[in-house]
């Protein structure tokens, strides 16, 4: 099984700052790396797919990078609204595993 | 605009039975593999099952395996996840997603039901 580690568990940021959270895999999986938004009492929502491609209606923002091991995901001048957990998944082998989640809180 | 409805949860005692249901519009279900995902109270997301278009491969995670059983019928745009012999640790919300691949991203989510697995 591969595991993601995220770091880190939780990010206290205030408006306009830049964040920036890495999920590491135990293996490699190439760029079969995706990245969710979950808000308090809503379901998950796709971020970026395939470590670094945009996905419609996302605001540009959000950026992902990286590639084999290692992956970050970036929100450049974070937003109120922006307050929510963060999830990577990884779907280069079975099972599909999620990394613990990084929660983000807005001074 | 596509639309995921799961259903069907609720209380249950340890080793009982719940069948969870997914209604899928807006989109031809049939062109899709689906997932079960959940997420226990408080914790992280953990993929559950998944089943291709036409219910020919099916892949479950370690933990629910000879307890879950995913299936789809494409007629009624409906995925279904028979869950026997339940456990506490199974409590969770329950959450339908799509997906165009096996190896791929889920686009879209359903807003989950939850599951308690409580004496």
């Known amino acids: 099984e591969i595991v993601l580690t995220q770091s880190p568990d939780f990010q206290s940021v205030t408006p306009k700052e830049k964040v920036t959270i890495t999920c590491r895999a135990s293996?490699?999986?190439?760029?079969?790396l995706h990245w969710y938004q979950q808000k308090p009492d809503q379901s998950p929502k796709l971020l970026i797919k395939?470590?670094?491609q945009s996905i419609s209606g996302v605001p540009s923002r959000f950026s992902g990078s990286g590639s084999g091991t290692d992956f970050t995901l970036t929100i450049n001048s974070l937003e109120a609204e922006d307050a929510a957990a963060y999830y990577c998944?990884?779907?280069?082998?079975?099972?599909?595993?999620f990394g613990q989640g990084t929660k983000v809180e807005i001074k | 605009e596509v639309q995921l409805v799961e259903s069907g949860g609720g209380l249950v005692q340890p080793g009982g039975s719940l069948r969870l249901s997914c209604a899928a519009s807006?989109?031809?279900?049939?062109?899709?593999?689906m997932s079960w995902v959940r997420q226990a109270p408080g914790k992280g997301l953990e993929w559950v099952a998944n089943?291709?278009?036409?219910?020919?491969?099916?892949y479950y995670v370690d933990s629910v395996k000879g307890r879950f059983t995913i299936s789809r019928d494409n007629a009624k745009n409906s995925l279904y996840l028979q869950m026997n012999s339940l456990r506490a640790e199974d409590t969770a919300v329950y959450y339908c997603?799509?997906?165009?691949?096996?190896?791929?991203?889920?686009?879209?989510w359903g807003q989950g039901t939850l599951v308690t697995v409580s004496s």
């Open positions: 997603a799509r997906s165009w691949y096996s190896y791929a991203y889920w686009d879209y």
């Open positions: 807006g989109f031809t279900f049939s062109s899709y593999w």
């Open positions: 089943i291709k278009q036409d219910g020919s491969e099916k």
């Open positions: 293996q490699s999986i190439g760029s079969s």
């Open positions: 395939y470590a670094s």
């Open positions: 998944h990884q779907s280069s082998s079975l099972p599909w595993t």
